[in-house]
């Protein structure tokens, strides 16, 4: 895309969102290599209890994850919207390698740095 069509698309999305009644800017303006690499500090934070929930959900619940991956199924693909470092999927990544079961591991994150790190897990 052209740097100056680029420029228009971002200009045309704040005005947008800045004259909507309920203000907000998209996602993808603040999620690029730095917006990630702070929000994952974020993440870190005692206060951002998301993280630590979704922790606890991969490293106990992942038997019955897996087993309703089982059902009738001969492979599935896990697409992960928003994936960052990957490190919270890893979790239910290894025990799936560990099965028989026939997956793909798709991350898709809007920071380029996010994807080629998830990429290489």
Do not use: H
Request: net charge negative; with cysteine.
């Amino acid at each position: 895309m052209e740097q100056q069509t680029i420029l228009s698309e971002i200009a045309s999305d704040t005005l947008r969102g800045l004259s909507a009644e309920n203000k907000f800017l998209l996602s993808k303006y603040f999620y690029d290599d730095e917006g990630s690499r702070i929000f994952q500090e974020i993440m870190q934070m005692p206060e951002y209890y998301l993280t630590d929930c979704e922790f606890e959900i991969f490293t106990n619940q992942y038997e019955e994850i897996i087993n309703a991956f089982k059902e009738g199924v001969n492979g599935f693909d896990l697409i992960e919207l928003g994936a960052g470092d990957g490190f919270k999927t890893s979790i239910l990544l290894k025990q799936i390698v560990k099965t028989s079961i026939s997956s793909q591991y798709i991350p898709v994150d809007i920071s380029a740095k996010a994807n080629a790190i998830t990429n290489i897990i």
